[in-house]
């Protein structure tokens, strides 16, 4: 994840129970998954899980801005 739960970005607490939403394939997990990906897009959290972060991972890159590299 990008920022840890419960930061700034209006995430929430860290024991508020959340049942994740893959933004691309709409897999479901109970609580946040160390091997997801979060993005914070127009100051909403969007997750991405394992799955379709392997296979859309250039797309991923490619939007960083250039301070990531």
């Given amino acids: 994840m990008t920022s840890p739960s419960g930061g700034s970005d209006n ?3 860290a024991t508020e129970s959340q049942q994740l939403v893959c933004a691309r394939c ?3 997990a109970n609580a946040p998954q160390p091997t997801w990906t979060c993005s914070v897009e ?3 959290r969007h997750y991405i ?3 379709c972060s392997r ?3 250039r ?3 490619g939007r960083l801005d250039s301070a990531w590299w």
Avoid: K
Wanted: with cysteine; hydrophobic share 20%; glycine share 22%.
């Fill in 55 to 57: 296979e859309n991972l």
């Fill in 49 to 51: 899980c394992d799955t």
């Fill in 26 to 28: 709409g897999a479901r």
């Fill in 11 to 13: 995430g929430g607490s």
């Fill in 59 to 61: 797309a991923i890159e």
């Fill in 42 to 44: 127009n100051g909403t």
